[in-house]
């Protein structure tokens, strides 16, 4: 999507190998990174969170293909060789690194001005590219987001347990703190069942250095660079990064629009993806149309 320089105002559902996508792998800082491309028209890029990496947005890309060139791609650490816990880690030290491999990507993939799509940390890694790399992107959508990311007592010792003590994927105990993620405890099913096993494909070290990553991400100084058609959405029932702060992040960004996906939590673009979409859709229709004048 091109914008001029100013712009005016059941378990099949869930398969882990996008058979209909085109993989691709590029570089991003020397590592190699996995890129899916599915669908056709304009191109959108989604950003994948913390953990679960672009397999976690698989459904949301599926049907966003509808109407979209769909970019999937997954971050440096995404691809470790192991699942669990290891020593190892990523060597992108923050925020602005991720961002500039966002940017490094649009650029291998030839992509003129893309719609940037992020989820949670993959929203905080749109918006410093927003800040950052204004001219090279044509819309923003983040979903799940803060322009501050407040660290509590639980963020704290989930980075320290996942620092240093090898845990079980199917600890049940553990598994109880990804219900947060829904904003009420999920049914038993496919779904849930999906998060908990694409969240734990990526290895601890990473989401421990994410975590430490985020808690120094702090844009709210910057927001005003931000000069692209902007929509934020949030879950009405996300406690982890609750809709009052996204709705202030929304009112920061000059004409940004915000939107409240009813009964959704942090990861309403899995659980209410119908509505997240119909959001993106009709924001970006406005967007095109306001081009096209």
């Given at each position: 999507m091109k914008l001029a320089a100013k712009w005016?105002?059941?378990?099949?559902?869930?398969?882990?190998?996008?058979?209909?996508?085109?993989?691709?792998?590029?570089?991003?800082?020397?590592?190699?990174?996995?890129?899916?491309?599915?669908?056709?028209?304009?191109?959108?890029?989604?950003?994948?969170?913390?953990?679960?990496?672009?397999?976690?947005?698989?459904?949301?890309?599926?049907?966003?293909?509808?109407?979209?060139?769909?970019?999937?791609?997954?971050?440096?650490?995404?691809?470790?060789?192991?699942?669990?816990?290891?020593?190892?880690?990523?060597?992108?030290?923050?925020?602005?690194?991720?961002?500039?491999?966002?940017?490094?990507?649009?650029?291998?993939?030839?992509?003129?001005?893309?719609?940037?799509?992020?989820?949670?940390?993959?929203?905080?890694?749109?918006?410093?590219?927003?800040?950052?790399?204004?001219?090279?992107?044509?819309?923003?959508?983040?979903?799940?987001?803060?322009?501050?990311?407040r660290t509590t007592i639980g963020s704290s010792i989930a980075r320290r347990v996942l620092e240093r003590f090898p845990l079980p994927t199917?600890?049940?105990?553990?598994?109880?703190?990804?219900?947060?993620?829904?904003?009420?405890?999920?049914?038993?099913?496919?779904?849930?069942?999906?998060?908990?096993?694409?969240?734990?494909e990526t290895d601890q070290s990473i989401m421990a250095q994410r975590l430490a990553q985020i808690e120094n991400f702090d844009v709210t100084d910057r927001l005003w660079r931000i000069d692209v058609p902007t929509l934020v959405l949030a879950g009405s029932k996300d406690v982890i990064v609750p809709a009052a702060r996204q709705k202030v992040l929304a009112e920061s960004i000059a004409g940004a629009r915000f939107e409240a996906v009813e009964g959704a939590g942090h990861i309403g673009f899995l659980t209410h993806r119908a509505e997240v979409i119909r959001h993106v859709r009709r924001h970006l229709l406005k967007v095109k149309a306001s081009v096209q004048r």
């Open positions: 005016h105002g059941s378990s099949s559902t869930f398969f882990s190998c996008p058979e209909e996508g085109r993989l691709v792998r590029v570089k991003l800082g020397g590592e190699p990174a996995d890129v899916i491309r599915m669908g056709k028209g304009d191109p959108l890029v989604l950003v994948p969170g913390l953990a679960g990496g672009w397999k976690l947005l698989l459904p949301l890309a599926r049907r966003l293909a509808h109407d979209f060139e769909v970019i999937l791609y997954g971050l440096r650490g995404d691809g470790h060789p192991c699942s669990g816990f290891s020593a190892s880690s990523s060597r992108v030290w923050d925020m602005g690194g991720h961002a500039s491999d966002l940017t490094s990507l649009i650029d291998q993939l030839q992509l003129d001005c893309p719609v940037v799509f992020g989820v949670s940390f993959g929203g905080a890694i749109a918006l410093e590219m927003a800040i950052e790399y204004p001219d090279r992107l044509g819309a923003l959508v983040v979903q799940g987001t803060d322009a501050r990311f199917d600890n049940g105990f553990v598994n109880q703190f990804f219900n947060l993620l829904h904003g009420v405890k999920p049914e038993p099913g496919p779904l849930a069942d999906f998060v908990v096993e694409r969240i734990w």
